[in-house]
T-cell receptor
Framework: KAGVTQTPRYLIKTRGQQVTLSCSPI?????VSWYQQTPGQGLQFLFE???????NKGNFPGRFSGRQFSNSRSEMNVSTLELGDSALYLCASSWSGYTDTQYFGPGTRLTVL | GESVGLHLPTLSVQEGDNSIINCAYS??????FIWYKQESGKGPQFIIDIRSNMDKRQGQRVTVLLNKTVKHLSLQIAATQPGDSAVYFC????????????FGQGTTLQVKP
């Protein structure tokens, strides 16, 4: 069974631009969660989607948004990029999102210049 | 506040020795715990999990121990190999936090040949 895939793997943007990242979950998984990983803050939860609905959200500004499609694929968008948004963005999928194992993709490395 | 802490940022062991990585959690309501391994340039990889109704769970060369009284979690790796060198994270969640894992800061395991 194929794992979680994320595209693109690397991105370089400049301040003020916006970016869209994509995540394809493991087949059959309906919950997709997004995380930001930085050396200073570690792994922090952004939001979780299930059946095209955002069910949970972390403490990030409104510039960070996401959506989920009917096939469970998910995208996250960051608008008006800031230097501090440079990070590894990880998505994880699970069956239900309720205390079941989350499997992670390889991440998208975003660099903001 | 929300935190899942690890006691040591770096652990150095000799190849063939057993490794023990510790983690303290703060949320008494957490009922599901996972250990992940992250190698450089990759996303976190699931190692083993444990639910709050258990004290111990064993996998292949790995054992997780949960002490709910003192809110402590540990990962034991038997006969540590060079391929075990990575950053190890503990994570916690509960049924009210759909899709949200709270991660510790991570422990870097270095295996000396």
């Amino acid at each position: 069974k194929a794992g979680v895939t994320q595209t693109p793997r690397y991105l370089i943007k400049t301040r003020g631009q916006q970016v869209t990242l994509s995540c394809s979950p493991i087949s059959g998984h309906r919950s997709v969660s997004w995380y930001q990983q930085t050396p200073g803050q570690g792994l922090q939860f952004l939001f979780e989607y299930f059946s095209e609905t955002q069910r949970n959200k972390g403490n990030f500004p409104g510039r960070f948004s996401g959506r989920q499609f009917s096939n469970s694929r998910s995208e996250m968008n960051v608008s008006t990029l800031e230097l501090g948004d440079s990070a590894l963005y990880l998505c994880a999928s699970s069956w239900s999102g309720y205390t079941d194992t989350q499997y992670f993709g390889p991440g998208t490395r975003l660099t903001v210049l | 506040g929300e935190s899942v802490g690890l006691h040591l940022p770096t652990l150095s062991v000799q190849e063939g020795d057993n490794s023990i990585i510790n983690c303290a959690y703060s949320n008494s309501a957490s009922d599901y715990f996972i250990w992940y391994k992250q190698e450089s340039g990759k996303g976190p990889q699931f190692i083993i999990d444990i639910r709050s109704n258990m004290d111990k769970r064993q996998g292949q060369r790995v054992t997780v121990l949960l002490n709910k009284t003192v809110k402590h979690l540990s990962l034991q790796i038997a006969a540590t190999q060079p391929g075990d060198s990575a950053v190890y994270f503990c994570a916690e969640t509960d049924t009210s936090n759909t899709g949200k894992l709270i991660f510790g800061q991570g422990t870097t395991l270095q295996v000396k040949p």
